[in-house]
């Protein structure tokens, strides 16, 4: 019920963006592409009027701002999927609230090139030989293989036992290499887009 001399404009449509979206400074060092948010995608969202979820960072909460570069292989171990799954439980509880209410679930937007929020893309070893861990001196090399980060994973595992395995999921990218934002842009405008006709 509405206050009579307040009006509710919200839009009851929802969103939710990996962490870096909104906080670039999250990110692992030296691979920020934007001093803030990642404008193009932000700016789009306010001018359809979706509210915007932040997932937490899980590498941020794990390991910190000084955290070294990883691959898929040093993150998927019993230790980081539990501080995973302890995100994610938290999530999902607020996208099923949202839904209880009446709310839409625009979808879910990773980060394709990590190693824990990639949708398409994650880093590995370059030699699946040759493990990765140690001094830091010695850094073997990666390459980006088609695959999901930990947390992707995670969170798509846990929305399926809750029976919300049909929200759509997105990726943007940290690399162009291997996707780009106009691509990502242009999937969420699509989605928006189906959302106005249901």
Wanted: proline share 6%.
């Amino acid at each position: 019920m509405e206050h009579p001399k307040v009006s509710d404009n919200r839009s009851k449509k929802i969103i939710f963006l990996c962490h870096c979206c909104l906080n670039q400074n999250a990110k692992v060092r030296g691979i920020a592409s934007y001093p803030g948010a990642i404008t193009p995608l932000i700016s789009m969202l306010l001018e359809e009027g979706i509210g915007m979820i932040q997932m937490p960072c899980p590498e941020m909460t794990y390991l910190g701002n000084m955290r070294w570069g990883q691959v898929k292989d040093q993150y998927n171990n019993p230790m980081f999927r539990r501080h995973c799954k302890r995100i994610v439980e938290s999530v999902i509880d607020q996208a099923e609230n949202y839904i209880q209410c009446g709310y839409q679930i625009i979808g879910f937007v990773m980060m394709d090139g990590s190693p824990v929020c990639g949708l398409n893309h994650t880093p590995q070893p370059k030699d699946p030989n040759v493990l990765w861990g140690g001094m830091t001196y010695y850094i073997p090399k990666s390459e980006f293989i088609e695959g999901k980060g930990i947390y992707c994973e995670i969170l798509q595992e846990g929305l399926k036992q809750r029976g919300f395995d049909k929200l759509p999921f997105v990726a943007s990218s940290e690399f162009d290499e291997i996707g780009k934002l106009d691509f990502a842009l242009d999937t969420i405008k699509e989605l928006i887009l189906d959302h106005k006709n249901e």
